[in-house]
């Protein structure tokens, strides 16, 4: 007779419900679905309050299912970064093909779900922004190029592009220049992370800029980068496609962004404990999209 | 034989399915109460 002892077992247990939160990227959504609400508000044509609200769960839906399928491709990459160890995969919280099951059916749902809820144009884009992020961005680009966030930075910018197409089933100038805005704000947002965490990601073999052509290349495409997006966030004014309100705040909001960068760009520090202005910088980026979107918003709704 | 650690580690795993199956439940629910609004919406041209 063998005797039992306490490894003799599989002593892993089921995934925690949370951690299926925890896949979803939460943190990263609340940005996702606000520039997606504020795509569907500043839309001509309102959607019954059931159906937006369908809408931008679709899109919250979306942006984890893609969020799951990312960290399921990179469980090898997520635990050599001390930033990204403690995720479900690389912690061993949860198994692999759960992971996959879960990103996989989640982006069916929330896709279909917004097909029947609204209409089918916007579920084309919420797929086609789904693949994009997962084949594009994560299997294609990001750990082959130094350029993997300024091509796949396109993922992140479709909500609003999703929100306006949810309401009037079309896409047109205002929309389309939302998307350039986060497009081009993408790099230098990441960037500016990427250089001060710089050693997880060469640790992890990711070609992240900073890793690839060094601090003082990065720095100088960050402040690059900003000049065209500050351009995209104002051009909605002249445009005729947004108010003065808007244009007053797109412009003292991306002078302060332009600042910053300039600030960045002269910075020389290479060690993270120097790098104040690209953490403020960071930290700006956020509030700086939130703040645009807000402005556009209540620009419209003030002015209508 | 059963170990006092075996014992323990089954409980985990039923009480972890049974908080999944609460969450699951209730994710059903809520979906079908949308189903029930979105009907409605669409029906009233919404």
Known sequence: MTSVTATAYDTSLPADWRDFVALTKPRVMSLVV???????????????????????????????????????YEADLDAKMKRTA??????????????LHFGVGLSFFSVILMGVATNWFASAVLAGSILFYVLIYT???????????????????????????????????LPVLLFALIFL??????????LFVRSDYAAAGVPMLPVVAG?????????????PMAAAAVAPWP?????????????????????????????????????????????????????????????KWIIA | MTTPEELQHARDVRARQRSRSVVMAFALLAFAALMFFITIARMSGG
């Open chain 1, 34 to 72: 606000f520039t997606g609400l504020c795509g569907m508000l500043v839309a001509p044509v309102s959607l019954h309050p059931v159906l937006a609200f369908t809408a931008i769960l679709c899109i919250a839906l979306g942006a984890g299912a893609a969020a799951a399928l990312n960290m399921w």
């Open chain 1, 185 to 194: 704000w993408t790099p230098p947002h990441f960037w500016a992370l990427s």
């Open chain 1, 86 to 99: 403690g995720r479900p995969l690389p912690a061993g919280r949860m198994d692999r093909q759960s992971a």
């Open chain 1, 239 to 299: 445009l005729g496609l947004a108010g003065p309100l808007y244009g007053a705040a797109a412009a003292a909001l991306s002078l302060v962004f332009l600042a910053m960068a300039a600030q960045v760009n002269a910075n020389k520090a290479a060690e993270p404990e120097g790098m104040a202005p690209e953490k403020r910088l960071f930290a700006f980026s956020i509030l700086y999209l939130f703040a645009l979107f807000g402005a556009l918003v209540a620009d």
């Open chain 1, 139 to 173: 299997v294609w680009l990001k750990r082959r190029t130094p350029q993997n966030i300024v091509i796949g930075g396109a993922a992140g910018a479709f909500p609003p592009l999703i929100g306006w197409a949810a309401a009037t089933g079309d896409a047109s100038a």
């Open chain 1, 215 to 227: 601090a003082r290349a990065t720095r100088r495409q960050i402040l690059l980068y900003s000049l």
